[in-house]
Each structure stands twice: as C-alpha cells, then as structure tokens.
T-cell receptor, first 116, second 113 residues
C-alpha cells in the first residue's frame, strides 16, 4: 500500500505565484487534512475534509484553498504565494470517526515549500 | 483553545538510559492522545494512541500513560538506543467528529553510543 502520497517533495516559488500541493491516499479514508509545520510552532491545521464534497477551515486557513472531489485526493492550492507560506506541509488521512475506532492519522512524507 | 506543551524541548542521553518525555494539555476534554515520531526530513509515524478511557498503552520498549484529570501524558522509553534519535510529538484530539489534532512542539531526542 502506498498510504498517503504527497507531491512535490520540494518546491520553490516566487511571491505571487500559484501552485497546488497534491495529496492522494489509497486507504479509502474518509477524513483528510493538511497541516503546516514551522520551526518552533508545531503542526497547525490548515484545512480538512470529512468526505468527498465536504471541506472546512482549520486553524490557519488564510491564503489556502482546498477541494475534495474524490475520496482519494485532497489538493491544497496556494493562489498567490507569500514568504509567510514558506513551510513544510503535511497531508494526513484517517478512517471515518463515525464508523468507530480512534482517529489514527496516517501522514504523508511532507512537501517543503520555499517562497522567495 | 487547546494548548499542548512538551518538556523538555531537547534531550541528549547515552545509549541504554531509560527516559521520560512529558506532554501537558490545557483542556482535559480530549478523545485521544497520540505520540508520534518524526525523523529529519520525514513525515510523522504514530507510535502509541491512548483513548480517553485508557490510562496507558505499551508497544515494545515504549510506554505511554495518560492522566486526563491533570492534563498530562508521559512517554517512557526503556533502554534507549541510537536508533531512537528523533523528534517525538504529542497530539490531542478534542473528540469532535472532525478529528482535529492539536500538536505540541515536540521533544528532540538524541541518543549517543
């Protein structure tokens, strides 16, 4: 099983450019989320989705858009990149809480983004 | 807002020592508490998950305890090895169906031979 796959692993952007970080999971997980990790800040939730067609904001959503057209994919879009968005981004997924069981997240390997 | 604090921020020990990593959280209304391991340049790997009804979980040389009333969890690593060197993150789940995790900043552990 591939688990959670993130692409690209590294990206350098100029201020104002747009890009999409891709996230795909092959575990039929209902819940998917995006976190960013900054030095000394821990991981912070950007956006999340509890199923196809349903998305919502997390703690730090400004400057990011998401969509969930399929169960497998949850892309994160930066419409106009800013230096403050330089970070490591992690996608994570888990089975639906409503079907029982704890919310054990499976994380992707991360995407390191630098905005100049 | 839930706040998660991990102490110490960094720890360096010789191989073979038993050690304890600490995690505290401000809101005791949690559903789960998880300990993760993160290696440099890698993603997070879930080590142990403690549900709110449990007091501890064990996996090999790792033992995690949870005291909801005091808002504390500890991760005990027995007979540490250089391969245990990594950053250890604690995260709590407030129990909504949305499964949002609140993370601490981590403890960076170095085990030297």
């Amino acid at each position: 099983n591939a688990g959670v796959t993130q692409t690209p692993k590294f990206q350098v952007l100029k201020t104002g450019q747009s890009m999409t970080l891709q996230c795909a999971q092959d575990m039929n997980h209902e819940y998917m989320s995006w976190y960013r990790q900054d030095p000394g800040m821990g991981l912070r939730l950007i956006h999340y989705s509890v199923g196809a067609g349903i998305t919502d904001q997390g703690e730090v959503p400004n400057g990011y858009n998401v969509s969930r057209s399929t169960t497998e994919d949850f892309p994160l879009r930066l419409l106009s990149a800013a230096p403050s968005q330089t970070s490591v981004y992690f996608c994570a997924s888990s089975p639906d809480r409503g079907r029982g069981g704890p919310n054990v997240l499976t994380f992707g390997a991360g995407s390191r983004l630098t905005v100049l | 807002k839930q706040e998660v604090t991990q102490i110490p921020a960094a720890l360096s020990v010789p191989e073979g020592e038993n050690l304890v990593l600490n995690c505290s959280f401000t809101d005791s209304a949690i559903y789960n508490l998880q300990w993760f391991r993160q290696d440099p340049g890698k993603g997070l790997t879930s080590l142990l998950l403690i549900q709110s009804s449990q007091r501890e979980q064990t996996s090999g040389r790792l033992n995690a305890s949870l005291d909801k009333s005091s808002g504390r969890s500890t991760l005990y690593i027995a007979a540490s090895q250089p391969g245990d060197s990594a950053t250890y993150l604690c995260a709590v789940d407030r129990g909504s169906t949305l499964g949002r995790l609140y993370f601490g900043r981590g403890t960076q552990l170095t085990v030297w031979p």
